[in-house]
């Protein structure tokens, strides 16, 4: 019994802002953001649900799939366009659907997290499910705050997974929190995203490194096996430094947020949209999807693409 990915799709702002425009704006250059973290260029705008609607219609006609075979619907979003109700509803609504559906924060990590939800809910009765991660993180920046202002973007990805009784495109899955480093990142209520940037660095490679490893063991493959690596896309130095110790190369690794900046839970599916519209993943394929963020989370799985 497992599951398989039917369809997939994206949805990011039309204005993109330069590294140069926030220059003119904030004590930052284009060289130090590109250097520090890999960035050029983000997205910005749009709401967490016109951006899920946007990736969800997408994938919903990339399956080929009917509305009404959708049994349930799953958000992983941090920045909801309210805090009561949850924006999953509304989503749906606004795609003609009618099935149970519910947002699930677990900040960067919040598209696994939500698979990982998808995937029990297939295992108890449902059939397909539509997986989003949306983000409107643009509205949580302060815009004088460099430190933020320079990472964080706006972006949807969004995907069908189906129920299979003969076997599943994902074979392991490790997700995990700590909570006591849930200051290292955070959003008061009515207020601004604060890091200490520094220190999630640190952490995110080390719970990268070791969920991943987790998962290769778990799924009976190696990182020599892995055709792909599609990271959580906050800063090109920590998918670097991560990939160095796993042995993996980084012409192996999907790197978009040159593109898009941090865009959170969406950052993991418009990663593996670009590869795959690149064609750099071919059936029978191994992919290891890995993130970290707020909380901390952090969650790793292995993929065999169908
Ligand atoms: O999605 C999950 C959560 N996010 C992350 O995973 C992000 C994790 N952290 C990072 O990506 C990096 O720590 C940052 C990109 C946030 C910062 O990079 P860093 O290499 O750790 O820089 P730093 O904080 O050590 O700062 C180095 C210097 C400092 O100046 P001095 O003290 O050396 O004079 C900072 O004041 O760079 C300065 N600085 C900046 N300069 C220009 C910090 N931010 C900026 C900026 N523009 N935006």
């Known amino acids: 019994m497992g599951v398989r990915f039917k369809g997939w799709g994206t ?20 060289e130090w953001i590109r250097e ?52 999953a509803p509304m989503i749906a609504a606004e795609l003609g659907l009618s ?28 059939r397909r499910i539509l997986v989003i991660g949306s983000e409107n993180l643009s509205r949580w920046v302060d815009w004088n705050d460099r430190n933020m202002a320079v990472l964080l973007a706006d972006g949807a990805g ?4 189906d129920y ?22 955070t959003c008061e ?6 890091m200490d940037g520094k220190e999630v660095f640190r952490r995110a490679v080390r719970v ?3 969920s991943a490893e987790e998962a290769l063991e778990r799924a009976g493959v190696t990182a ?36 898009y900046g941090n865009t959170s839970s969406s950052s993991i599916p418009l990663a593996l949209v670009d590869a795959r519209d690149h064609g750099r993943i071919r059936p029978d394929e191994y992919a290891l999807l890995t993130g970290f963020g707020a909380g901390m989370t952090w969650a790793s799985a292995v993929v065999r693409w169908s």
């Open 158 to 161: 969004a995907c069908i997974l």
């Open 36 to 87: 520090r973290t890999g960035i050029r260029e983000r997205r910005i705008g749009g709401s967490a649900k016109s951006l899920g609607v946007e990736a969800a219609g997408k994938a919903i006609a990339d399956a080929g799939v009917s509305l009404d075979s959708i049994d349930f619907l799953v958000l992983a979003t941090t920045t909801p366009d309210r805090l009561t109700p949850a924006t």
């Open 99 to 126: 099935c149970p559906a519910m947002d699930v924060n677990a900040a960067c990590s919040g598209f696994m997290y939500a698979l990982r939800t998808a995937q029990g809910l297939l295992e108890t009765g449902n």
């Open 164 to 185: 299979d009784a003969e076997g599943s495109d994902i074979l392991s899955f490790v997700l995990g929190t700590d909570g006591t480093a849930a200051d290292l990142l």
């Open 208 to 210: 990268v490194v070791d």
């Open 224 to 259: 020599q096996d892995i055709s792909l690596v599609v990271p959580h896309q906050a800063n090109v130095r920590i998918i670097q430094a991560a990939a160095q110790r796993l042995g993996i190369e980084m012409e192996r690794c999907v790197v978009v947020l040159d593109r």
């Open 11 to 30: 949805g990011v702002p039309e204005r993109v802002v330069t590294n140069d425009e926030l220059s003119q704006t904030l004590d930052t250059s284009d």
């Open 189 to 194: 209520h009515g207020g601004f995203f604060e």
